[in-house]
């Protein structure tokens, strides 16, 4: 047998007397050595294995090369550098190499294996052993090996070798120093230095249109026939007043504020209305709060009295959110009343000439439609409060409630069938006008009636009522693949009372069927025509057959 040449242990200012009997010192080589079980011994012999048979204990040394240099190891008080036992088939603790392993020079080179922690570095080797652990999220997915990174050179407490340099937070992407390699988004470890890049961007952008003028005219079964001209501008500026005619005639003058201000003139052989209105939507600057003011001149003429409106409004509005808004509203206008059709009217004569009157109005408004002219989903509800004062003192309430429900459609998202319900209710008091009260029929309220023919009469007059309840089913069908035609079914149904009560006598049915036909040429809304027949009526009430609205704005 073969006798290695004895070693010698460090003086007995360092380890001496610290092997115990039976000791065992494992070196980078693997080989297994048997101390003297002498406590003062300071020669260790060393007795390698047989390469066909081991002998109990003993381990068979894989490998024939020169014996490194042994550093003994206390065992009195072991630390984490000692050699222990392996655990499991994957040791997590073990910082030394076992016999017959392999010692590695190459960090992470495990398939898809992350650098196993290492509590502190362990003197006396040149080369830290690598271990095996769990998946790493670094490497990508069916990759033979893991990513060959830029480390850093500074070993944190707990890992083996360097970290990326990535910073905190940072998504590791494709575009990132990982190799090139296709990664999976992940996040950063916490304590590095953020590193920024810096990219140039150029930006283009087109401004819209924000001005326009509109012209159209409609014809229809409430008003009969109309003219439109409307000046529409929503980038207005009050304060940017123009130096010279050029700039007035070349468009610079009045714009640039985020302002709106339409002016619109209607003139019609039953009514005239000519409006002016100016608003801000973010007062004192990005807020919700919105701003407007108005001018307005009403003419029409009744069946039974012709009415002239010259007045002024103050509006303040919350936008609460996109959907819903709040708003107030004072309103003072000169109401006359001239050429009654019938004489000895008492709520009729009671108006004649000149009324003033001065309403405070609070309203709240929720509109989640999809479309203001074709709604297919949604809701738009109104609560409006009126309080009235000046030669007449009233309140006036009225609820509005609209609901679209899509019942069908195609899986291209055309063909869409929608139930429309809609219901308004209304309450005013006492001292109310006769051109303050509530009406009912034709095209805007209930079909199947001419327009105000639904409503309270006395002495032959339309005098209207401090109570309304009107409620319609409509149910709107596409005709062709691309909706430009529609047919709808519906009911209207309702009452408008001269007090606030509710009479089945006076109570109103009528159901019918409409055509809707879209010409964009003619613009948003549909030239519409509604057939209905009452089923239930009072006495005294005008019936219509069809009811219709023909317009176009160009």
């Known amino acids: 047998m073969v006798q290695k040449t004895p070693l010698t242990a460090p003086s007995s200012g360092e380890n001496a007397g610290v092997l115990g009997p039976n000791a065992i010192v494992r070196g980078q080589s693997g080989g297994g050595w048997q101390a003297s079980p002498s406590a003062g011994t300071t020669v260790l012999t060393a007795q390698p294995q047989s390469t066909q048979q081991a002998a109990p204990g003993q381990t068979i040394n894989r490998y024939q090369v020169p014996p490194p240099v042994y550093q003994p190891v206390p065992l009195a008080n072991p630390n984490p550098f000692s050699a222990q036992p392996p655990a499991s088939s994957y040791p997590t603790t073990n910082n030394q190499l076992t016999p017959g392993s392999m010692p590695s020079t190459l960090q992470g080179t495990a398939p898809g294996y992350a650098t196993a922690p290492l509590p502190n570095a362990n003197p006396g080797y040149a080369t830290q052993p690598s271990y095996p652990a769990q998946p790493t999220p670094y490497a990508a997915q069916g990759l033979g090996s893991a990513p060959v990174a830029s480390y850093d050179s500074t070993v944190l407490p707990g890992a083996i070798g360097g970290q990326p340099s990535i910073a905190p937070g940072t998504m590791v992407t494709p575009a990132d120093p990982m190799g090139g390699l296709s990664l999976p988004n992940i996040t950063a ?5 953020p590193r920024v890049q810096v990219a140039p961007l150029d930006v283009y ?4 249109r924000t001005g326009r003028v509109i012209l159209g005219g409609s014809v229809n079964s409430d008003l009969g026939v109309a003219g439109q001209l409307i000046i529409d501008e929503r980038n207005f500026d009050i304060m940017n007043v123009p130096s010279s005619w050029s700039e007035l005639f070349s468009g610079y003058a009045f714009r640039g504020a985020g302002q709106s201000f339409r002016a619109e003139l209607m003139p019609g052989n039953q009514v005239q209305r000519y409006t002016v209105n100016w608003a801000t939507p973010n007062l004192f600057g990005y807020t919700p709060y919105s701003f407007s003011v108005g001018g307005f001149l009403f003419t029409r003429n009744y069946r039974d009295w012709n009415e002239q409106r010259l007045g002024g409004r103050l509006g303040l509005g919350y936008a609460i959110t996109k959907d819903l808004s709040i708003n107030t509203e004072v309103r003072g206008e000169n109401v006359t009343i001239t050429n009654p059709r019938v004489s000895g009217v008492p709520a009729l004569d009671a108006v004649l000439g000149d009324n003033e009157l001065y309403t405070a109005r609070l309203r709240l408004n929720r509109d989640t439609r999809d479309s203001v002219f074709l709604a297919t989903e949604g809701t738009l509800l109104e609560l409006i409060y009126d309080q009235a004062f000046g030669d007449f003192d009233y309140p006036q309430g009225q609820v509005n409630f609209s609901h679209y429900a899509r019942v069908h459609e195609r899986p291209d998202g055309m063909g869409r069938h929608v139930l429309v319900n809609t219901w308004r209710v209304g309450f005013s008091g006492n001292q109310t006008p006769i051109f303050e009260n509530f009406f009912a029929g034709g095209f805007s309220s209930m079909r ?10 006395e002495g032959g007059v339309q005098v ?3 109570f309304q309840f009107l409620g319609s089913l409509e149910y709107m069908f596409p005709l062709t693949a691309d909706e430009m035609l529609r047919g709808v079914a519906f009911v209207d149904y309702g009452t408008v009372e001269r007090d606030i009560t509710f009479q089945e ?6 159901p019918g ?13 549909p030239l519409a025509f509604d057939f209905a027949v009452p089923v239930a009526m009072a006495d005294g009430d005008e019936k219509q057959l069809l009811s219709f609205y023909m317009g176009f704005t160009r």
Request: net charge positive.
């Open 189 to 193: 470890p916490s304590g590095y230095q």
């Open 464 to 466: 209207g009522g401090r």
């Open 505 to 510: 006598e006076t109570f109103r049915v009528a």
């Open 205 to 208: 952008v087109q401004e819209a």
């Open 448 to 457: 199947g009636f001419r327009f105000r023919g639904a409503s309270p009469k």
């Open 513 to 525: 069927l409409g055509l809707r036909i879209a010409v964009p040429a003619l613009g948003p809304a």
